[in-house]
């Protein structure tokens, strides 16, 4: 499907209880490629992106991250430090300031000295604009500033992949407009995006391919000029209707 691909992805299934959240999906990721993951409420996007680095375990089909298969007997640590998420909701720990958020894990994981971990996520707060506000807490932060603090803490680690659940949900435009200037510098320094959003044109600026689901499966898959002028399957057409 895709040469070289960075994330590949085979019959993908998972289930809670007796509802099949994941029914069969498949599909490759190039190298550096950005992907949106679009689709109604509940079709499954963000239990797809949660398998990718293991807070949800998928059921069966497999999961190639880098060369690496995503499975009950991988490295954890290893798989979240090279494929890193960010929430919604930032998910920050309101005691720690910017710069602490972002030393937590190096120091934890990669065991480095504090004066490493902070030169690093000094590094990554600049790399997102944000090196002014290290010291401060996350209460004292905007909403944009909070989300630019959580993409720093997960390039601290130096993903090779980055997972976006809704990252501009509760941004202001030009907020938003940020967190597209960032997954674009992502993409340029060879680091593939997955970004779930339900914001089109956000899609359509940060997108090299749209990915549509629902009811749990890949409708369509499609670069952005194609998906949002003529998008193939009715469910896709219906959905996009209901957006406008
Ligand atoms: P999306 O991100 O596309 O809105 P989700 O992946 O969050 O969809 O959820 C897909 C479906 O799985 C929904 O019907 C949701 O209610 C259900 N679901 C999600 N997480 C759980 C869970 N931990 N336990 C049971 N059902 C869940
Ligand atoms: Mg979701």
Redesign the pocket.
Known sequence: MVADPIISVRDLRKS?GT?E?LRGLSFDVARGERIAIL?P???????LIRCFNRIEPHDSGTLHIDGTVVDARCDLARLRAEVGIVFQNYNLFPHLSAVENCMLAPRLVRGMTRHAARDGAMRRLAQVGIAEQAAKYPIQLSGGQQQRVAIARALCMDPRVVLFDEPTAALDPEAVAGVAAIIDALARDGITTLC?THEMGFARRIADRIVF?DDGQIMEIAPPETFFTSAVTERARAFLARMV
């Not at 409420?41 to 239990?47: F, I, L, N």
């Open positions: 809670y509802f959240v689709g409420s509940g079709s499954g996007k963000s239990t779930v689901m």
